[in-house]
């Protein structure tokens, strides 16, 4: 973990209708660190992570990622900062079943402008990483269960190198075994490739195994 910041939240407000949902959050994750986000239902979490995920517009507030001030970004330009610099996991998968293990990973990249020759060697790449190189060419059907389906996820939401990773409960639909596979996997690219990541978890070792802990309550971080 180094000093710079790769995440900087400043007195973040959101609302829907009368319900305030956070209530001027500030937050800074600094390059390489993994950061858990823990509270209960309803506290803000999921709300805070699409807002840093440029994903949901915030009320007011301010937001850099990687050193750019996303808070004022028109819809194309932040598309395409979030494409190249966000990657996303969530609680299920989301592959299209259509597609190969390999395709699902290469997607970003293409979208980004990568040759499909760069895009394939990097996503076998990572796929080698995750462990599933001799599962590249099957379909997310034919892979088992949730473990290997959201180790292709992961794949893909790093394809592009991004500054950070958001993990929206991650394990939440995982078996113990592939759970604690899928944790280590954070820490792994922490580790190997500087990774910062910010994970949204109920999961007790999870969140205790990360580098810093946040917890929210009702839209404020305690």
Do not use: W
Not at 187 to 197: H, I, M, N, S, Y
Request: proline share 3%.
């Amino acid at each position: 973990m180094n000093d710079t910041k790769m995440i900087k939240c400043e007195n973040i407000h959101k609302s829907y209708g009368t319900l305030e949902v956070l209530r001027g959050v500030s937050l800074e994750v600094s390059q390489g660190e993994v950061v858990s986000v823990v509270g209960p239902s309803g506290a803000g979490k999921t709300t805070l992570l699409q807002i840093m995920g440029t994903l949901s517009p915030m009320d007011s507030g301010r937001l850099e990622i990687d050193g750019v001030d996303v808070s004022s970004m028109g819809d194309d330009r932040l598309s395409d900062f979030r494409n190249r610099h966000i990657g996303f996991v969530f609680q299920f998968h989301h592959l299209l079943p259509e597609f190969t293990a390999l395709e699902n990973v290469m997607m970003p990249a293409l979208i980004g402008g990568a040759s499909r020759g760069e895009a394939e060697r990097h996503a076998l790449e990572l796929l080698r990483m995750m462990g599933l190189e001799a599962r590249a060419s099957h379909k997310p059907s034919a892979l088992s269960g949730g473990g290997q389906q959201q180790r292709v996820a992961i794949a893909r939401a790093i394809v592009n190198r991004p500054s950070i990773l958001l993990a929206d409960e991650p394990s939440g639909n995982l078996d113990s075994k592939n759970r604690e596979q899928v944790h280590a996997l954070f820490f792994r690219l922490r580790d190997e490739l500087g990774q910062t990541c910010v994970v949204v978890t109920h999961d007790d070792s999870l969140a205790s195994m990360a580098d810093r802990k946040i917890v929210m309550s009702d839209g404020m971080i305690l």
